[in-house]
C-alpha cells in the first residue's frame, strides 16, 4: 500500500508541535516536502496534535509517537490498537511525573491500521480520519467535543489534565472498498472544505497530500498542518 504524509509547522506556531507516524517510523518538523511509503498489508498510519494551549505539546506529540511507532509490531487487531493508545496516554502521566514542568501536557490522535479482516480507524481528541471512495467523502473518526460546540475545547486527550485520567478510544472498523484514508490535525480541516478534500483525494496519495497542504497554507492556517493519506485496497 501507498502512504504520502506532510507536516507544515502553523504561520503562528513557534516549533511545529506535531508528529506523525507510519508503521515504525516517527515524522517530526525537521520534515520537508512529502515522504512517501510502500507499506506490507499491516500497516499503521497516525497523527498526533500537540495541543498548543497546554505546556509541552510538542513532548507530549513526540512522546506518543515514540510509543505508538515502538509498539507497531505487535498489532493485529482492532483490541490491540485500543491498548497501544491507552499505552500513549498512560505514558505522557508518567512522562510528567519523572519531569518538572510538563503536567497538563496533551495530545490528540487519529489513525487506521490496515488488520487482516479490515480497517480500523481510531482516535481521541479532534485529530480526524476520513475516508474518500466512489466520489463519497465521509468523517469516520469522532471528535471528542460537546455536541454542538465546534471550537470549544476537546473534552479528552492524550494526557491534558494534572491527574492520571484513563481514555475511551473511539474504535470502529471498515471493509476494506478501495479508495483513500486520510488522517489529519486540525490545521488543515479547519482551513479546507469537505468538497476541496474530495476533489483533492480523488488524487494519487502524493499528489493529493500536496495540493490538500498547498490548499490549507493558501487559505492562511495558523496552525500546524499535518496529513497522511493511505490508498486503500479493494475487498477481495
Known sequence: MKIAATTRRGQRRA???????????????DVGGTTEFDTGPLTLLAVIDGMGGHPAGGVAAAAAADVMASGF??????????????????????LMDRVSGLSGMGAAVAGIFTASDGLVIFNVGDARVYLHSSGY?????????????????????????RAHSPVQVHLSSEPYDGGTALVASDGLFSQVSHERLAEA????????????????????SQDDISLGLLQLPSHG
Do not use: F, H, K
Open 15 to 29: 516549533e511545529n508541535q506535531d508528529r506523525i507516524v507510519v508503521d515504525s517510523t516517527v515524522l517530526g518538523s
Open 73 to 94: 509490531r505487535r498489532l493485529r487487531t482492532r483490541e490491540d490498537v485500543g491498548r497501544l493508545v491507552e499505552d500513549a496516554n498512560d505514558e505522557l502521566y508518567a
Open 137 to 161: 467523502l465521509m468523517q469516520a473518526s469522532i471528535d471528542d467535543r460537546r455536541p454542538g460546540d465546534d471550537t470549544g475545547p476537546v473534552t479528552q486527550s492524550l494526557g491534558g489534565l
Open 201 to 220: 483525494m480523488a488524487a494519487p496519495p502524493a499528489r493529493a497530500a500536496s495540493r490538500l497542504l498547498d490548499t490549507a497554507l493558501a487559505a492562511g
